[in-house]
């Protein structure tokens, strides 16, 4: 069965760097794409960006284009996505999720990592 | 970007109801590019339809999607106590965002 296993949670200072992990498995790695999604406490979803496991084309929403860069490594079936510049309003559970080509909707989502920004 | 207005905030329903979720749109969507998902306490949220209206896989039969253009409609024909949960909606016609969510509750 399909699973998107995320990493654990983080904790990190205000400026730092945190990079999350997402291992995929139960499926073909390179024939789908992720999005990686934040929820930040008590509140709604917000899309970051978008990559291919296929080629490693990069879509990245407005709001994080500066500071969020999305990989892949098809050797492990892991995705990673790098935030820098952390400020505490970056507090928030992040989420992997599966997505056909870039369709634009996520059929299978991890589990989610939290990542606290705190002094 | 197209925001994503959803009501209401809260829809307090016994089990066995009927709920109708709105999701409005600011501008339309292309080719009905909405998606509904469930989120339940402490978990990711779950696929419950694309398209507008096409139920993912697993998905019970009790769940309904509809609309276009800028009015989207989510409906659940009568609700499991397993419902009770938060609804989103997700446009994927221009970029992706997702609406504010609907919580629905126990009354």
């Known amino acids: 069965q399909v699973q998107l296993v995320q990493s654990g949670t983080e904790v990190k200072k205000p400026g730092a760097s945190v990079k999350v992990s997402c291992q995929a498995s139960g499926y073909s790695f390179s024939s789908y794409s992720f999005s990686w999604v934040r929820q930040a406490p008590g509140q709604g979803l917000e899309w970051m960006g978008w990559i291919s496991a296929y080629n490693g084309k990069t879509i990245y929403a407005q709001d994080f284009q500066d500071r969020v860069t999305l990989t892949t490594d098809t050797l492990t079936s892991t995705a990673y996505m790098e935030l820098r510049s952390l400020r505490s309003d970056d507090t928030a559970i992040y989420y992997c999720?599966?997505?056909?080509?870039?369709?634009?909707?996520?059929?299978?989502w991890g589990q989610g990592t939290l990542v606290t920004v705190s002094s | 970007e197209i925001v994503l207005t959803q009501s209401p905030g809260t829809l307090s329903l016994s089990p066995g109801e009927r709920a109708s979720l709105s999701c409005r749109a600011s501008q339309s969507v292309s080719s009905n590019y909405l998606a509904w998902y469930q989120q339940k306490l402490g978990q990711a949220p779950r696929l419950l339809i694309s398209?507008?209206?096409s139920r993912a896989t697993g998905i019970p039969d009790r769940f309904s999607g509809s609309g276009s253009g800028t009015d989207f409609t989510l409906t659940i024909s009568r609700l499991e106590p397993e419902d009770f949960a938060v609804y989103y909606c997700?446009?994927?016609?221009?970029?992706?965002?997702f609406g504010q969510g609907t919580k629905v509750e126990i009354k």
């Open positions: 999720a599966r997505e056909w080509a870039y369709t634009g909707y996520f059929d299978y």
């Open positions: 398209g507008a209206s």
């Open positions: 997700q446009q994927y016609g221009s970029s992706r965002t």
